[in-house]
């Protein structure tokens, strides 16, 4: 029980040393030659690279993330500073292992826009990474964007023929492809019952509001609506002369004798 408690202890203590072996001072770095420098900076980055792997199997995915991205950020600069190392194999097959591991780290924090950027720049190196594009179509289809999700299965399932365990890399990819196709049977479902119901509810027939009469654009008192509207013109006439009879007959009107002949004919 005492060793498996010290385990973790020894791993640090591990990696502290490596660390510490990678990490000399800038001035003996300014004089070393172009093959030393190589040494010395593949040394840091896989120091950080074995740190953050570290950090992975404890389930700090955020220490993880941060590890493997200073060892990124310190190999892209070293590759800027010499055409040979920048087409060296050992330290392009490092960074692409470094930004595969970031996009699986940003996958496990929900950073989707951070593991996507992290595969496109492993498939901007070399398009037969099948893991930068298993990668990508994850990213993808937490983003929404299920099509293209699918095309990058197209491309693991098609690189997959050719590799060693190519038999375990299609299982995955057609666990990932069933749940990538019921996602979007799902959303055209949901889409259709929306425009169903927005049919039967009539929200694309052009509605106007009632007018009240004299005062356009402000919407009048609904019929039932419990409130008395007052009345105008001859209707207020009509109710005055009511209220000062008592009687609820309307006056007679006056017409013009033009207008009696015209309903005797």
Known sequence: KEMHQNQPHKQDEALRKQQYQAKVDMNEVRNMSAFQKLDHSLKLVQALKEEGLDHFQRGDFNEAFMKWKQGDDALSKFRKSSSRIDTNDQVLQMHRNLRNNIAQAALKLERWNDALHAADQVLEMTETDHK?????????????????????????????????????????????????????????????????RSLEQGIFSKREDPQEPGKPGKPGKPEGSGQAVKPRGFGAHLAKCQENSGKAKAPALVTRPEAKAEVKL
């Open 132 to 196: 930068a594009w298993f990668r990508k179509a994850s990213a993808l289809e937490a983003l929404g964007d299920l099509e293209k999700a699918l095309l990058c299965l197209d491309k693991v399932d098609a690189l997959a023929k050719e590799h060693p365990d190519g038999v375990a890399i299609q299982r995955e990819s057609g666990r990932k492809r069933a749940s990538i196709q019921r996602l979007r049977s799902r959303s055209l479902k949901e889409q259709r019952g929306v425009m169903s």
